[in-house]
């Protein structure tokens, strides 16, 4: 099975910083996982999208793009309360 790079986008790695430590490891543990696998099980695609995904991490959610060229491209993590704005 082919490995995906994953990546941060710089609005991401924002969200990243502003979390607590424990959830930070907790995010980027989640993340590391959709290397192996970008469809997880529990991701659900977003509405409107081709591409677009989630996956939750505890009260936070991580928006990415599965891109056909083995990237997965991080877009937001933020509380779920505010993702979808």
Known sequence: MARY???FRRSADKDLRRLAPTVQRRVLLAAETLASNP???GCR???GSEN???IRVGDYRII???MTWLIV???RVRHRREVYR
């Open 73 to 75: 491209a991080i877009e």
């Open 52 to 54: 677009a995904f989630r």
């Open 5 to 7: 790079a994953v990546e």
């Open 39 to 41: 469809r997880p099980s």
């Open 64 to 66: 990415y793009l599965w």
């Open 45 to 47: 695609k977003l509405q």
